[in-house]
């Protein structure tokens, strides 16, 4: 069925969906250098209409519980994601603008607007990586990264049918210096 090399490719490729899904546990969080702010958490999100075969605009947003590490001290946070694709599917995603809302327990705040993602969806494990900027409040001017991994809270045959309507995502955010 599969030669050397077909088993390697595949072996390599499922490496790499596990590693995506292992990066680091929801809910802890580090700091690296003074300025930033790096967080790990855990979103869930909604996309409608649900996500089907056929790419179309879908509205997704996202909650998102965080633990932030700034300044050598760990905070909670909680963020609100909302974006407008110009089409979505089970397969993809276009665009990678969006919004997202951060606020820190300590009353501080950061809005990020993002401008650029690059989405895939492996083996039904998805992997979203956006790039945007902080706008206002902790952070601002500062270029932030947002990673995404997880898989769909539906089963993939509801593409054909209903649609996926969310998914359960772990998430690192980088408010980088």
Do not use: K
């Amino acid at each position: 069925m599969f030669d050397r090399r077909g088993v390697a490719v595949t072996l390599g490729s499922l490496m790499l969906v596990g590693s995506s899904l292992v990066w680091a546990p929801a809910g802890q969080a580090t700091t690296s250098e003074e300025g930033s702010v790096d967080c790990t958490g855990h979103s869930e999100s909604r996309y409608d209409p649900p996500l089907t075969l056929l790419a179309r605009p879908t509205h997704v947003h996202a909650d998102i519980t965080y633990t932030c590490g700034t300044h050598g001290r760990t905070i909670p946070a909680t963020g609100s994601f909302d974006s407008d694709a110009p089409a979505a599917s089970c397969v993809a995603v276009s665009g990678g603008s969006g919004t997202e809302a951060v606020r820190y327990a300590d009353g501080g705040r950061s809005l990020i607007v993002y401008g650029s993602a690059t989405t895939l969806r492996v083996a039904g494990v998805l992997v979203v990586i956006q790039r945007g900027r902080v706008t206002e409040g902790r952070g601002q001017g500062h270029p932030v990264q947002r990673t995404i991994t997880g898989l769909p809270r539906d089963l993939p045959t509801e593409c054909l049918t209903s649609g996926l309507r969310g998914g359960s995502n772990e998430v690192q955010l980088e408010l980088e210096p």
